[in-house]
């Protein structure tokens, strides 16, 4: 079974510009999460989705926002980009939210 | 509120020895309790979970952790490392009403030494 896709891979913003990534979960799997990956401030949760809707949201402006697809595909967005966004962000699937989550190779942001 | 507290941001061991690497959580609830790997520009794989089946939780690549409720603790061991060990090592704990949100340790960097 694939596993969880992400892309692009690699990405060049500069400031102020939006950018949108893309996630593919494994087949089967409904759920969706978003993390942001700094070496200053670590790991952390952005939000979740789970059959189109979002479920739970972590402490980040407004300016970063995602959706669900029927077919469980998820993007996320950010808008107006700072240099602090520069970041690999990774995307998890599982079947359903309490399960276990499995991790894409994420999509390294850097922002100008 | 959950969090987790991983004890020692660098650990490093020569090949052949005993791997530990500590993680103690906060949660106000039973806890699922997670431990991942992450190589460079890699995501993370999940090395093992603990869900109350029981304490001694067995992973992959010879790795297992241990749950101890009175210590709050969920410490990572290997008998034997090995040069492929070397990576970063997160622990994470998700409780069953937060749904698949996971809250990360700051991770630690082992280092296998020949």
């Known amino acids: 079974k694939a596993g969880v896709t992400q892309t692009p891979r690699y990405l060049i913003k500069t400031r102020g510009q939006q950018v949108t990534l893309s996630c593919s979960p494994i087949s089967g799997h409904r759920s969706v999460s978003w993390y942001q990956q700094t070496p200053g401030q670590g790991l952390q949760f952005l939000f979740e989705?789970?059959?189109?809707?979002?479920?739970n949201k972590g402490n980040f402006p407004g300016r970063f926002s995602g959706r669900q697809f029927s077919n469980s595909r998820s993007e996320m967005n950010v808008s107006t980009l700072e240099l602090g966004d520069s970041a690999l962000y990774l995307c998890a699937s599982s079947t359903y939210p309490t399960d276990t989550q499995y991790f894409g190779p994420g999509t390294r942001l850097t922002v100008l | 509120a959950q969090s987790v507290t991983q004890l020692g941001s660098h650990v490093s061991v020569s090949e052949g020895a005993l791997v530990l690497l500590r993680c103690n959580y906060s949660?106000?609830?039973?806890?699922?309790l997670f431990w991942y790997v992450q190589y460079p520009n890699q995501g993370l794989q999940l090395l093992l979970k603990?869900?109350?089946?029981?304490?001694l939780v067995k992973g992959i690549n010879g790795f297992e952790a241990e749950f101890k409720k009175s210590e709050t603790s969920f410490h990572l061991t290997k008998p034997s490392a090995h040069m492929s060990d070397a990576a970063e090592y997160f622990c994470a704990v998700s409780e069953e009403t937060s749904g698949s949100r996971l809250t990360f340790g700051e991770g630690t960097q082992l280092t296998v030494n020949p």
């Open positions: 603990y869900t109350s089946a029981a304490t």
């Open positions: 949660s106000s609830v039973p806890p699922y």
């Open positions: 989705y789970f059959s189109e809707t979002q479920r």
